[in-house]
């Protein structure tokens, strides 16, 4: 993608990769912002950018090294916010993006937070447990600097998980001499960790999912839905689904594609990826279709709940959908986003869609700070409301400016970050 923006220097202007996604994005809502786009190239430069070598002893004494990122967006509306991702796909480009969406996302749902993102560019598969522990401490340790329970707050992402947050609060610890189990969200309950933060964002797509399902007249009963990726997100908002009478026709994740017309037995699938790592060889399946089939499949409800750029124009011109649920972040690509738009598809963008799991990451690090824990129900149904809430500000949003509900969510969220920068003022 060439781009017409001024270009911080490390970029390639000739393949921004989802960073540009993201510029278009921002560009599209300028027009909506009134004064405040004078303020708009703010959200077009990350404010901090981290980048770390993590070095690690591998098990047969040989020394490897891995390029490691943390972005720290946005910090006008509170301190940096977002996951940790390791991946052999990681790119500098990528991580701006993801921490570009979560200031987006923070501000939508109205979390006291700017947005920040971490990333490794490693294949977590090829290293073994205590591997992986040293990679995680070696590079908690080089951007210890940056983060902070007041300061950025990591969380887990792609192949990341509750082990390596607790690896990484207590290398935070064992740095600093103290002991703040808010330095990191996503751990497990034994150290902090809030109840309901594992099902988060499932939840929170199954939420806005009813609520999108309510004002197009669908009912969730015998709906069918597909869904792309079924790990943290996708297992669980497929479960949801499943228990309230939908029908999971297909499941995709990095190794197939599984289908079944009547349903996929969900809890059935789940148990089975939990011992074998994918849904591959599923006894349950009435087939497996080739990778590409599965954007085609008859369906009401889509949920992308891998990785971004997913529905590419191609794949947008099959898809049959009336419901896109954006699970994954940055799943679609604007051009994408303007066919199915023009077809009226209903599109719950990701920073709407899938801030369920930064909403409880937010709980979990206000339970920290008072050390005092609440129950699980009282976690879900905070949860729900914001949700429920943020959806509804973003409809209505986008039924007075009559525009989509990404460029309506992006219109509430840019408007409260930058009323933030501009009350804030520029220092010195
Ligand atoms: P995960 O690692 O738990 O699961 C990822 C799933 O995607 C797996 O099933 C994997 O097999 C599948 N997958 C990977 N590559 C694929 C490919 N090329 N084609 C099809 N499937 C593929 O990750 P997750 O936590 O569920 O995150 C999924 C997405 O949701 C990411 O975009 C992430 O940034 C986003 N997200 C996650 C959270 C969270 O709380 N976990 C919150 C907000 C957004």
Known sequence: MTSKHALPSYLNPEDLGPWGVYLEQIDRVTPYLGNLSRWVETLKRPKRILTVDVP????DGTIA????????HNLSRGP????VRFHQDVTLSEVMALSAWMTVK??????????????????????????LQRLTRR?????SMIIGPNKDIPAPDVNTNEQVMAWMMDSYAMIGGNMSTGVVTGKPISLGGSLGRRDATGRGVFVVGCDAAAKVGMSLE???VIVQGFGNVGGVAARMFAEAGSKVVAVQDHKTTVVHSGGLNIPQLLAHVAEVGSVEGFSGAEAFVPREDFWGID??????AALEQQITAERAQVIRAKIILEGANGPTLPAADDILTDRGVLIVPDVLANAGGVTVSYFEWAQNFSSFFWTEEEINSRLTRIMREAFDAVWQVSQEKKVSM????FILACTRVLQAREVRGLYP
């Not at 690690?56 to 098990?59: A, N």
């Not at 369906?299 to 992308?304: S, V």
């Open 139 to 143: 590079y908690t340790s080089e951007i």
């Open 80 to 83: 940096g916010k977002g996951g």
């Open 106 to 131: 923070n501000a939508a749902v109205n979390v006291p937070y700017g947005g920040a993102k971490g990333g490794i560019r490693v294949d977590p598969k090829t290293l073994s447990r205590n591997e």
């Open 406 to 409: 990404r460029t309506a969510t």
């Open 222 to 224: 015998g709906a069918k």
């Open 299 to 304: 369906c009401d409800i889509l949920i992308p």
């Open 65 to 72: 090294h891995y390029e490691g990122y943390r972005v720290q």
């Open 56 to 59: 690690i002893e591998r098990d």
